[in-house]
Structure formats: structure tokens, C-alpha cells
T-cell receptor
Framework: EPEVTQTPSHQVTQMGQEVILRCVPI?????FYWYRQILGQKVEFLVS????????KSEIFDDQFSVERPDGSNFTLKIRSTKLEDSAMYFC?????????????FGPGTRLLVL | AQKVTQAQTEISVVEKEDVTLDCVYE???????LFWYKQPPSGELVFLIR??????QNEISGRYSWNFQKSTSSFNFTITASQVVDSAVYFC???????????????FGTGTRLTIIP
């Protein structure tokens, strides 16, 4: 069964460093999302992406964040200068069609720890 | 603005008991979708079910069943004859609205941690 994959599974970085989180969505999917989950809290929407541009972003997704689809398979989230409060689990999701009726399938997550 | 409330933070039941997880939502849209996801201790989010706002039929899938009631804005999830493998955090989520494709973020509740005691 096709699935969303994410790398790395864990990343530890120093405050102020740049990190890139990588995702490979399900191959025929066209809509991509990033969410984050601070430890013990709920899952929060960061950004949605379609047709090589951002569709919507939350207030969390400030200028320190960017997303990119550098090729036909990868979808990346970059944090330019990490802060302590960026420590969280980051989930990538994809769906094969836009619209609220489509199910978003999530990857296993990348646990980011900023020291 | 949309909101999902899961008032039960933690629930523990003994194996084989039935358990119901509550979900209450708020939305101004007449068209919306509701979801349940399971997050086992390994951390991934596993899709369980999707329901649209026009379909209030209850759904059963094996030991799982869902009760959707628009009158009370609730979408509750029942596990029958619980098993240890059901231990996880369960999230209810809502997607609402417009027809702007690619704009359909999920709003999650805070989750209910379910522990099944052997």
C-alpha cells in the first residue's frame, strides 16, 4: 500500500541552525501539507501546497519557514533559523485531490529537537 | 472559525470493555468533513474514518463504530470489546468549506489518550 515517507525520523540541531525536513508524498497525489505537533499537544496546520505554490498558511508559518517541491517526488520544509520553540514532531501529508472531501494521509513524522 | 473539542483527555478501560470517545465540533459552514485519526505510541497518524456533513448514517467497521449527530455537533467514536492494541491517542479533526482546492486544512482536537488495561 502506498504511503507517505519522511526523513529523517529524528533530528537534533542547535538554535539558529537551518534544518530541512524531507517528505515523499504518495506518488499520484497532488496536494501536500505540513503539520506540527508540539509534545503532548494537538496537531496544528502549517501550510498547504498545490501546483508549486502555497495554497494556505497558518500564522505559525512565518518568514522562517519555507516549502519547496524541488523535483517530482520530494516535498521539503525548511526552517531557516531554528528556535527552541520549533521543537516538535513535523508531519507531512498528501491527498490525491483538493477539496474538503479528500483524505489526507500522513507520514510517520520527523521529531525535531532544537537545543 | 472552526474548532474541535475532545473533552476527555485520558481514558483507561479494562480489556474487552467498550469505550466511547467524544468529539464536538464548531463550524459555520454547511459543508464540512469530519475525521478520526489514531496515533499509536510509535507516533504516526493513522487515518480511521471520514464523514461528510450530509451523511448522518452511523458507520461500523469491525469493532469500531462512529455516531454522527448534527443536532448536537458531535462525532463520537466507540470501540467495542477493546484490545490492548487499541491503546493510543485518538484525534478528531474537521475540514470545512470553500471550494478552493488545496485549501482544506484539518483542524484537530487535542486528542484523547486511551489506555487499555490487560
Amino acid at each position: 500500500e502506498p504511503e507517505v515517507t519522511q526523513t529523517p525520523s529524528h533530528q537534533v540541531t542547535q538554535m539558529g541552525q537551518e534544518v530541512i525536513l524531507r517528505c515523499v508524498p504518495i506518488s499520484n497525489h497532488l496536494y501536500f501539507y505540513w503539520y506540527r505537533q508540539i509534545l503532548g499537544q494537538k496537531v496544528e496546520f502549517l501550510v498547504s501546497f498545490y501546483n508549486n505554490e502555497i495554497s494556505e498558511k497558518s500564522e505559525i508559518f512565518d518568514d522562517q519557514f519555507s516549502v519547496e517541491r524541488p523535483d517530482g517526488s520530494n516535498f521539503t520544509l525548511k526552517i531557516r533559523s531554528t528556535k527552541l520553540e520549533d521543537s516538535a514532531m513535523y508531519f507531512c501529508a498528501s491527498s490525491d485531490w483538493g477539496g474538503i472531501q479528500e483524505t489526507q494521509y500522513f507520514g510517520p513524522g520527523t521529531r525535531l529537537l532544537v537545543l | 472559525a472552526q474548532k474541535v473539542t475532545q473533552a476527555q483527555t485520558e481514558i483507561s478501560v479494562v480489556e474487552k470493555e467498550d469505550v466511547t470517545l467524544d468529539c464536538v465540533y464548531e463550524t459555520r459552514d454547511t459543508t464540512y468533513y469530519l475525521f478520526w485519526y489514531k496515533q499509536p505510541p510509535s507516533g504516526e497518524l493513522v487515518f480511521l474514518i471520514r464523514r461528510n456533513s450530509f451523511d448522518e448514517q452511523n458507520e461500523i467497521s469491525g469493532r469500531y463504530s462512529w455516531n454522527f449527530q448534527k443536532s448536537t455537533s458531535s462525532f463520537n467514536f466507540t470501540i467495542t470489546a477493546s484490545q490492548v492494541v487499541d491503546s493510543a491517542v485518538y484525534f478528531c479533526a474537521l475540514s470545512e468549506g470553500t471550494l478552493n482546492f488545496g485549501n482544506e486544512k484539518l483542524t484537530f482536537g487535542t486528542g484523547t489518550r486511551l489506555t487499555i488495561i490487560p
